[in-house]
């Protein structure tokens, strides 16, 4: 048996931030998209929505030996909606079962939290059951399903009333 040690970092990048890793978290989401059979974004141009992403979105990025192993996009900039919005979640193959998406997940509800947001949502394939379990066990809650889309609205408490 081989065990792979990955040395790792987990951080925040602001909107207009991620110069240098936009190519790399370009090909993460292209070869996700690959890996899931074109399931993982659906029914929109994908070079269109990146683009839109990587201008309005905030990231926590994961690197995994210096390389992108992951990262969550989120929006958090209307002050007067009670939620941050996650819009895209993405882990590379090595570093899934790591507890690496879990501490990114955090540092997106520090964020948000910090911010005076009450919750964190998101939309996510029903068929898509390991983020679904994934989603469940960090404590979000199905709100609505979208049958016609497929897709379920979850949302995570992450600050006061």
Known sequence: MTLMMHSSRIWHAGPGEIAGWELPLRRLVREEQARQAGALIRGVDLDAYLDRV???????LLTLDEH?????????????LDSAFITLFVVAPEGRGLGLAEAMLACVATQARQRGYRYLTLWVGEDNVPALRFYRRQGFRVLAHDDEKGQVFVRLTVGEA
């Open 68 to 80: 992108l192993g992951g990262f969550c996009a989120f929006y958090a900039f209307d002050p007067a």
């Open 54 to 60: 990587v201008a309005r979105g905030e990231f926590v």
